[in-house]
C-alpha cells in the first residue's frame, strides 16, 4: 500500500483539494493523510466541513500579524516532523500558495516525491500576482507529477523543458467541486435581498491590490451602482482587516452594496450559480464562472488563466477607476457583450479531474 500525503492551507486550496481527497480515499492500494497548515484558519474550517473532510495533522501556523517568512518557516519546520513520521511514497500540494511553496520545499528537503495540482499556470511576471508567481514556478522545478488543467498551462511546462511524460491534462478539480455542491434548489437570505434586482458578486483580496488600486476598484463600482437602479452588489469580505476598512470608508451605508462575512462553498458556488455576472480579482473564481457560464470582470493587470480570455468569458480590465466604471456598466446595459461572454465555451474540464488524477498515480506509483 502506498501512502500519499495531500498538504493544503487555505481556502481556495481546500476548495480544489477536497474532492481528490474524497476520491483518493475509495481507492484501497493507497492510504491518504491530510495535512493542513492552517495558513487561513476559520476560512479553511468552512471548506473542510463543507466536504466532511477531517485532517490528519494541523500544523495550525497562524498567528496574528503573520507575514511571508513567518508561514514558510513555520511549515517548514512543522513539514520535516510530519514527513519524518509519516514517510509518505508521494506528497500532494496545490496551486500557488505559499503552503505549497514550503510544503514542496519539505518534500524536497526529505527526498520525498511530489505531485503539483493546477500545474502549468503563468504570468511569467513574479510581481503578479505576487508571490503566487514565484510559488507555482518554483513548485514545479522539483515536481515528479504535473497535473495541469489546461493544453496551455502543459506547453508553459514543455516550454520550460520539464519532461512530457510526467506533464498529465486532467482538467481542473474546481469542475469536479462544483458537481459536488450546485444544487437546484438553493435557498438563501442574500438572493431574497437581492430579489427583483440584477446580483453582481464581487470578490477583492488581492495582496498587490491593497491600496490605492483597491479605492480605484470600489469607486468605480459605486458610481455604477449610482447609475443603474436594478442590480445589487454583493461582496463576500475578506478577513484582513485593511481591506474590511478601505470598504467601510467607500462604501459606507449604501443599501445596494451588501457585504458580508466570507461564505462557506457550497454557498458560494450556488450564489455565484443565480447571480447575473462577476467581479472579481481572484484566481479560482475565473475557473469556477468559466464552468458556470458566468462572465467576469477581472480585476487584475494580468491573468495566469488566458483560456478563459480566450474563449470569451473572461474580460481583464485591471483596476483604474475609470476602467471598472465604465466595463462594469458595459457590461449591464449591453445585451450583445452579456450574451457572448455567457455563452462562451468551458476550458476547464468536465469535473472528472481527481478520476484522471487517481487514475494516473495508480498506474504510476
Not at 12 to 29: D, R, S
Not at 154 to 161: A, I, P, R, T
Request: hydrophobic share 40%.
Amino acid at each position: 500500500m502506498k501512502k500519499i500525503m495531500v498538504v493544503f492551507g487555505t481556502r481556495p486550496e481546500a476548495i480544489k483539494m477536497c474532492p481528490l481527497v474524497k476520491e483518493l480515499y475509495k481507492i484501497k492500494e493507497f492510504q491518504t493523510l491530510v495535512l493542513i497548515t492552517g495558513q487561513h484558519r476559520e476560512m479553511l474550517k468552512q471548506v473542510l466541513d463543507s466536504f466532511f473532510v477531517t485532517p490528519d495533522y494541523d500544523l495550525n501556523i497562524m498567528k496574528e500579524g503573520q507575514d511571508l517568512f513567518d508561514i514558510t518557516i513555520s511549515i517548514l519546520t512543522g513539514m520535516k516532523k510530519v514527513l519524518e513520521t509519516e514517510k509518505p511514497d508521494l506528497v500532494l500540494v496545490h496551486g500557488d500558495t505559499t503552503t505549497a511553496f514550503a510544503a514542496s520545499l519539505a518534500a524536497f528537503y526529505m527526498n520525498i516525491p511530489y505531485g503539483h495540482v493546477e500545474a502549468g499556470l503563468r504570468t511569467y511576471d513574479l510581481t503578479a500576482p505576487y508571490p503566487e508567481e514565484y510559488n507555482r514556478q518554483a513548485i514545479g522545478i522539483g515536481a515528479k507529477f504535473h497535473f495541469a488543467p489546461t493544453k496551455t498551462a502543459k506547453m508553459n511546462l514543455v516550454k520550460e523543458g520539464k519532461p512530457e511524460s510526467s506533464i498529465f491534462v486532467t482538467g481542473n478539480t474546481i469542475m469536479d467541486a462544483l458537481n459536488l455542491s450546485i444544487n437546484d434548489n438553493y435557498t438563501h437570505p442574500v438572493l431574497e435581498w437581492a430579489s427583483g434586482s440584477r446580483l453582481v458578486l464581487l470578490t477583492a483580496h488581492r495582496r498587490e491590490n491593497l491600496g490605492p488600486p483597491l479605492y480605484d476598484i470600489f469607486h468605480g463600482i459605486k458610481r455604477v451602482l449610482n447609475e443603474v437602479n436594478d442590480v445589487k452588489v454583493l461582496y463576500p469580505i475578506h478577513l484582513n482587516p485593511a481591506i474590511r476598512k478601505i470598504a467601510a470608508e467607500v462604501f459606507k451605508e449604501d443599501s445596494k452594496i451588501k457585504i458580508i462575512e466570507p461564505l462557506n462553498v457550497i454557498d458560494f458556488h450556488n450564489i455565484m450559480y443565480r447571480s447575473e455576472f462577476i467581479l472579481t480579482d481572484s484566481g479560482g473564481i475565473q475557473e469556477e464562472a468559466s464552468g458556470l457560464k458566468k462572465p467576469v470582470l477581472v480585476l487584475r493587470d494580468t491573468t495566469e488563466r488566458p483560456e478563459g480570455i480566450q474563449t470569451g468569458t473572461l474580460k481583464l480590465i485591471g483596476t483604474g477607476e475609470e476602467t471598472i466604471y465604465r466595463e462594469f456598466k458595459r457590461l449591464l446595459t449591453d445585451k450583445e457583450e452579456y450574451d457572448a461572454m455567457s455563452k462562451a465555451s468551458n476550458p476547464y474540464g468536465d469535473g472528472t479531474a481527481c478520476k484522471q488524477i487517481i487514475d494516473i498515480l495508480t498506474s504510476r506509483l
